[in-house]
């Protein structure tokens, strides 16, 4: 026991008198997330034998402490890892520590020299602003003989200009004299390169080594600065045309450190969650009040409310994307051979084999994954209540093949950006109905009747009458079918009535009051429906939505 104790006392000794070894990590593969990214880096530090305090510098402003995994070689062990943003005033907290006190004394040093040359160059300001108002109380004298005035503009010249020359000396040797300052604060001298952003962030490690050497140390650690979205580019030439598909991604990261030629995977996958199972306890039933369903995937087909087939042309948020620098291969064609995709139960990889820079700016970064022909079946639908014009609709079937994640899309038919759609892969249905924008060349128009409308007052009733008119139009020179969609109201108060009363064989769902009605088109050719439906309720009662 007390050559274990006193083998401790000497290990802890030797320690912390030694000076730290400092080296630089070098991001070289990330694995970004949903919402974190595994940042996996490299560094070099030359150590001697025995124990040792590694600092390496560079890494992420934050990270996960706990997840921080050091690859080493066998002769090289890893005590203990601390990850800190202010390494001066958490580990070298020591003042009889040699390497600190070298550190602060220098700091006075600099600081008195800034303060000395500060003085210096306000003097020599001083003077210059004197020698100005003098210049001019002097010329501005009568009577002075030529060489007078000659011997004074020759002074003025001479001692302005040293006055000058000063003071661009003394600027120049306060900003070297901050700079020195600013590495001595930091207890670091790194040199920037190609402008490659360096973090605060510092990983400490104490190690044992059993041969003194140069060691090469493998770091990865995850942290929750970074974060990446799917969006897709929709291009169709055509209805006779499958969808050209580019499949996207947005990075973005925050991290603190810039990635330079680094190897990037992209993972639906959500790390660092809860990973306790979970158990099932008592499910009791009890009232609250009724919340609206929203299913994005349903919207286009089962909603008369709102946006119209999930396309938001109007004041759409524009993403402030960049797009980062690839590295390619020259013998591979297209962006497909080099992105691999795997799945499993959990998530959909993205391994891309192209070394790529992301900076740590907070912009969103465009990193292109994957080009897919997606065969669409193309048909046309219209809301005319809510939008007097039609929509064209791309069904994709078995979609389930192409790995497709959630995300925004933009739209590109025939050459012309139409606006944005969404893809949400995650529903029920054989079928992925996509938005393809507005088609201008189906007219749709709806109107009332007005003979076939009106108003009766019945002993103590009013009974209102709608009917409405829709007109289509097939102005394209090949034949569309189109789902045309209205309603009438449905009562839930027992003292009012509805009725509907023309549906010109639509599909009629009681329970929604939602009319639907598939037609085909020829070129050129026009159809009509109609649409009409009764209200009665007392009429000293207004109904506030009719």
Known sequence: MKRAFLWLVLLSGALFAQKPAFTSAKPTAATVYFNAAEITQRATVTLPAGTSEVVVKNVADYLYESTVQIGAPSTLTVLSVQFTNNYISEFEVDESSPALKKVRDSIIIVQKELEKNRTLRVAEQNTLQMLDKASQQYGSQTGLSVAELTKMVDYYKVKRNECALAINTFNEKEQKLNERLTDLNGRLTVTEKNTEKTSSGKLVLQVMN??????????????????????????????????????????????????????????????????????????????????????????????????????????????????????????????DDFTSISENQLAVTFDIDIPYDILSNGKRHSVTLKEIKLPATYRHYSVPKVEKEAFLLAELSDYSKYNLLRGEANIIFDGMYIGKTYIDPNQVTDTLNLSMGRDKKISVKREKIVDKSGTKFLSGFKEQTFTYEITIRNNKKDAVEIMVKDQYPISTDKEIEAELLQSDKATVNAETGILTWQLKLAPGETKKVRISYRVKYPKDKVIDNL
């Open 210 to 335: 059993d041969v003194a050497g140069p060691v090469e140390l493998n770091i990865t650690y995850l942290t929750n600065n970074a974060s990446w979205t799917p969006f897709y580019d929709l291009r169709a030439e055509g209805t006779a045309q499958p969808i050209d598909m580019l499949y996207k991604a947005q990075v973005v990261q925050n991290t603190g450190i810039d990635w330079k030629k680094v190897k990037l995977t992209l993972s639906s996958g959500t790390p660092n969650q809860n990973s306790q199972a979970p158990l099932l306890s008592a499910w009791l039933l009890r009232f609250g009040q009724a919340m609206m369903g929203y299913n994005n995937s349903n919207r286009v087909m089962n909603t008369l409310q709102g946006k119209v087939a999930g396309v938001n042309v109007e004041a759409a948020e524009e993403l402030e994307e960049v797009v980062v620098a690839g590295y390619g291969i020259r013998d591979k064609q297209g962006i």
